[in-house]
C-alpha cells in the first residue's frame, strides 16, 4: 500500500508540473484574459489546490434528505447545522476533514441547500460549486425520482465520481431496502459503477475512507486536467470565432481576385494555371491563419485532396471552366465575321463563369480550413491528451473520464467556428 500511494504521489506532481508548464506555455490576449477571468481564476485555485494536495468531496440532494448528517459522520462530530425542518442549510458550508492520507493533505467536505428548495439563491452557481469537487456524495432517502436522476447524470456527464448514499434507512425493511435499491440500478447507466452505499455510521466512513485512500489521488488530479480542459476549449473557441473572420475575409478577397482574372482572361491554359495558383496562395494564406505555415507543395497536395474528394470541385477546376472559355474563345473569334454579334453572349458567359469561381473558391477555402484545422490542431500538451494517458492507467475511474471525453467532443463541434 505505501509503494502505491507513493506512485498515486508521484501522479500529482508530474501531473501539477504538466499543467503548470501547460499553462505558461498559453499566451493570452489582454481580451481573453478579461472575458475569461472566471474560468481562469477557477483553474488557477485547482492549480493550487493540486500542488497543495488538496482534495474536495461535495454532498447534493434534496432538501430533508439528511446531506448534513451524513457529513457529521465523517467528521464524527456535529459541525455542519442540522434541523428537523427542512432547508436548515441555506448556502455552502465548508469543513476541513482530518483524514489521514499518504498522498493527500487536507480533505475539505462541502455541505449544500437541497436542490428542490425554493428559498435557494444562485441554484446554479451551487451546482457548479459541487460539480467542480473531485467526489460527489448524492444524498438519497429512498427511490429516486426524475429531478434527482437529471442531476445524477449532469455529474455523470461532467466526468465525476459519484457515490450514492441511501440515508435513513430505519425507515424500510430489508425486503423494501432490497426493491429500492433495484430501482435505482435500473434507473443509472449500466456501463458505469456507481457505488450505492447504505448510511450507518460505521458503513459510510469506512466505505468512503476506502474510496479516497484508493482513488483520491487519481481523482483530484482527473479533475485538474477536465478543469484546463475545459478552460482550453473556451479559448479555443474565442479563437476559432476570431479566426473565422480572418479566413472568411482572405476568401472573399481571393474569390474576387480569381472572379476577375476568369471574366477578363480569354486564355484557357491562363486561366487553369492561375486559378490553381490562386488557390495555391489561398490555402497558405489559411495556414497562417490557424497557425500552421504551409510549404507550396502542400498546399497543393490539399487541393488536389479537395478537388479529388469533390465532385463539383474536380468538375469546376477543369471540365466546366474549360467549356466556357472555349466557348469565349469562339465567340471571339466568330466576331470578325459577325460584325460582332457574336461578342453578345461573351459578357454573360463571363458573368456566369466568374460567379462558378466566386462559388468553386468559397468551397475550396472552407474545406482548406477544415483540413488546415485538423492538422494544426494536435498537441501533446493538450489536456485531454493528458487525460487519454492517465485513464489507460487508472481502470477504477476510467469509464468517468471516458464519459467526459465523449461528451466534450458532442458538446464541443468546432466544425461551426469555421468559414
Known amino acids: 500500500m505505501e509503494k502505491i500511494n507513493t506512485m498515486k504521489q ?22 481573453e484574459k478579461s472575458n475569461l477571468n472566471k474560468e481562469i481564476i477557477s483553474f488557477n485555485q485547482q492549480l493550487f489546490r493540486l500542488k497543495e494536495k488538496k482534495l474536495r468531496i461535495g454532498i447534493y440532494g434534496k432538501a430533508g434528505v439528511g446531506k448534513s448528517s451524513i457529513l457529521n459522520l465523517l467528521l464524527n462530530k456535529k459541525e455542519f447545522k442540522t434541523n ?55 444524498a438519497i432517502a429512498g427511490d429516486i425520482n426524475r429531478n434527482e436522476t437529471s442531476q445524477i447524470y449532469s455529474f455523470i456527464k461532467s466526468g465525476k465520481k459519484i457515490v450514492l448514499v441511501l440515508n435513513k434507512i430505519d425507515m424500510w425493511n430489508v425486503n423494501d ?31 468512503i475512507t476506502d474510496l479516497i485512500n484508493r482513488d483520491g489521488s487519481s481523482l483530484l488530479t482527473l479533475n485538474s486536467l477536465q478543469l484546463a480542459d475545459n478552460l482550453f476549449l473556451k479559448i479555443k473557441q474565442q479563437r476559432l470565432k476570431r479566426r473565422q473572420r480572418e479566413a472568411q475575409s482572405i476568401i472573399g478577397r481571393f474569390a474576387a481576385i480569381k472572379a476577375s482574372g476568369v471574366a477578363l482572361n480569354p486564355l484557357i491554359f491562363l486561366d487553369i ?6 488557390d495555391t496562395a489561398l490555402v497558405n494564406e489559411l495556414s497562417k491563419v490557424y497557425g500552421l505555415n504551409l510549404k507550396s507543395e502542400s498546399a497543393q497536395k490539399i487541393i488536389k485532396k479537395i478537388s479529388l474528394n469533390n465532385i463539383y470541385l474536380g468538375a469546376t477546376q477543369v471540365g ?48 482548406a480550413a477544415k483540413e488546415i484545422f485538423r492538422k494544426s490542431k494536435v498537441c501533446t500538451l493538450d489536456p485531454s491528451n493528458i487525460i487519454k494517458k492517465i485513464i489507460t492507467k487508472e481502470p477504477e475511474i476510467f469509464n468517468y473520464a471516458n464519459v467526459y471525453l465523449s461528451n466534450k467532443n458532442l458538446d464541443n463541434n468546432f466544425a461551426v467556428f469555421l468559414p
Do not use: C, M
Not at 500529482?12 to 481580451?31: A, F, Q, R, V
Open 320 to 367: 466546366i471552366n474549360s467549356s466556357f472559355n472555349l466557348l469565349r474563345k469562339v465567340f471571339l473569334a466568330t466576331a470578325p465575321f459577325t460584325n460582332g454579334v457574336s461578342l453578345l453572349p461573351y459578357g454573360p458567359v463571363a458573368i456566369i463563369q466568374a460567379a462558378i469561381s466566386v462559388r468553386s473558391t468559397r468551397i475550396i477555402g472552407k474545406l
Open 84 to 138: 428537523i425542518i427542512n432547508g436548515s442549510t441555506k448556502n455552502t458550508e465548508k469543513k476541513e476533514w482530518s483524514l489521514k492520507h499518504k498522498s493527500l493533505k487536507s480533505i475539505e467536505l462541502i455541505d449544500s441547500p437541497g436542490f428542490d428548495f425554493y428559498d435557494i439563491k444562485n441554484p446554479e452557481q451551487i451546482f457548479s460549486q459541487i460539480n467542480s469537487s473531485e467526489l460527489i456524495l448524492f
Open 273 to 278: 494555371a492561375g486559378g490553381f495558383a490562386l
Open 10 to 31: 508521484i501522479n500529482i506532481d508530474k501531473s501539477y508540473l504538466l499543467l503548470k508548464k501547460w499553462w505558461e506555455s498559453i499566451d493570452l490576449t489582454n481580451y
Open 177 to 207: 431496502v432490497k426493491n429500492i435499491l433495484q430501482n435505482i440500478r435500473y434507473k443509472l447507466p449500466q456501463d458505469i459503477n456507481i457505488p450505492i452505499i447504505l448510511n450507518s455510521k460505521d458503513n459510510i466512513k469506512n466505505q
